[in-house]
């Protein structure tokens, strides 16, 4: 579906957006960035639904340049290598549909990406749309410090996260598509990336808010998706048991290191925020440090990966 687009305008920014189930967070979405032609010009809008239950045309309609398509195979990755198949603008925009972009958003993408030629890749800033601005939640302080730490992902590690990375096309082909439900995506393609001399940068301007998870057990799963993907490793070879007992138990202890960035984080203010953040974080630590000593005992790192899947299809 293509509603109010001329195919073949020469737009300044293409947004792929995978969808699965969730069209009010996806009405929220395009609405947000359906503010931004005002400073920003022409925006392509695409979303690739991902095996919705209903395709999201309803949540679509009204917003110009959004065309709406299907990806039949599971995984976010796959929906947005799709997306960027269709892309006709020289610079693509990832964001999740769950995300709400602030302003400035794409006007700061396109400015950076025209003014700075050497940059290959550029990874926003990513916040908690909190329920209530001025009193964070418990498990939303916990999420506005360590579950989006996009300057550390980009400045230390060489990757983004993608609910809110831009690449320009010719870079995007060239390193190739993301990879399937069963690799963490943005982290591969990013080491694919810098290991053929791609330049990554961290644009802070180009922010985006989305939601926390909404309780602790919609956070673990999260987690053990991470903890299986990175077992994997170590049953590939790729790094020693013995390390990842090590890691196991830094993990465990890291709440400990964490306690300045808790108390100088401009991210949250207020002591009452601190404190709940810190608690959260020692429950989420403890937590990975189970999953990952039950892993060593246990091998089997595939019913974290498959749990994480039936719950990403409800």
């Known amino acids: 579906m293509l509603t109010g687009a001329v195919m073949g305008y020469n737009f300044q920014l293409s947004v792929v957006i995978p969808h699965l189930n969730e069209p009010e967070n996806l009405r929220a979405c395009l609405a947000a960035l359906d503010l931004q032609r005002a400073s920003a010009g022409r925006i392509e809008i695409i979303v690739v639904d991902n095996g919705s239950h209903e395709m999201p045309f309803n949540a679509c309609s009204g917003v110009s340049d959004v065309r709406l398509v299907r990806e039949p195979t599971p995984g976010p990755g796959p929906a947005r290598n799709l997306g960027a198949s269709l892309a006709t603008s020289d610079l693509i925009a990832f964001i999740d549909a ?9 006007k700061a993408i396109v400015s950076f990406m ?20 001025s009193s964070p939640t418990g498990i939303e302080a916990y999420e506005e410090l360590f579950s989006y730490r996009a300057r550390l992902y980009v400045e230390k590690h060489s990757y983004t996260a993608t609910g809110n990375m831009a690449v320009r096309s010719s870079v995007f082909h060239a390193v190739g598509p993301f990879g399937g439900i069963m690799t963490m995506e943005d982290t591969e393609w990013g080491k694919r990336a810098a290991a053929k001399g791609y330049r990554i940068a961290f644009l802070e301007e180009a922010r ?8 602790f057990s919609e956070l673990a799963r999260r987690w053990d998706r991470h903890v299986a993907h990175a077992f994997g490793d170590v049953r590939r070879g790729k790094s020693s048991l013995m390390r990842w007992l090590a890691l196991t138990l830094l993990v465990a202890a890291s709440p400990l290191v964490e306690v300045q960035n808790v108390l100088t984080s401009r991210r949250i203010a207020g002591v009452r925020s601190r404190v709940i953040a810190f608690a959260w974080l020692t429950r989420v630590r403890l937590y990975r440090a189970r999953k990952m000593l039950a892993l060593t005992l246990s091998g089997k790192a595939s019913p974290l990966v498959e749990g994480w899947n039936r719950e990403a299809d409800t």
């Open 114 to 133: 025209e003014g700075t030629p050497g940059v290959d890749i550029v990874g926003g800033d990513i916040g908690i749309l909190r329920k209530d601005a």
């Open 98 to 106: 769950d995300c709400v972009v602030q302003p400035g958003w794409a």
């Open 208 to 215: 985006v808010l989305t939601p926390s998870c909404t309780s």
